[in-house]
């Protein structure tokens, strides 16, 4: 993690090369962790860089796991779109693209 970015190939690596070996509970566990790790030290470099607090909302924020480890690194200055709305981007996006139609309406 580096400026808040992060890239996820080597677990995606490090997943493939354990298929034979490990048990799809260990493999998705193993995926998840370190999703919550890298997302983590990015927002903890975000909060340090811009301020709090952190809004959580889409794709990986669904995850119970990675929102605990949120909770656990940012205590109540963390807050979580409902799982329902995190499940998909699309969420976020249709948001914004409301909030730009309601800015061009004449």
């Known amino acids: 993690v580096a400026d808040s970015r992060f890239s996820l190939s080597g677990m995606q690596n490090q997943v493939e090369n354990r298929q034979k070996a490990a048990a799809p509970a260990q493999l998705a566990r193993f ?3 370190t999703v ?3 997302v983590v030290k990015a927002s903890d470099q975000a909060v340090r860089r811009y301020g709090g607090p952190l ?3 889409g794709g990986v924020m669904a995850s119970e796991v990675i929102r605990a ?3 656990e690194a ?3 200055a963390v807050y979580f ?3 329902a709305l995190s499940g998909d981007n ?3 996006a ?3 693209a409301a909030r730009l139609y309601e800015r061009m309406k004449p």
Do not use: H, I, Y
Request: aromatic fraction near 4%; proline fraction near 4%.
């Open 36 to 38: 919550a790790n890298a």
């Open 69 to 71: 480890r949120m909770r």
């Open 55 to 57: 809004l959580c909302a």
């Open 81 to 83: 779109a409902e799982p």
């Open 31 to 33: 995926a998840l962790e």
């Open 90 to 92: 699309a969420v976020g």
């Open 74 to 76: 940012f205590g109540d």
């Open 94 to 96: 249709a948001v914004l």
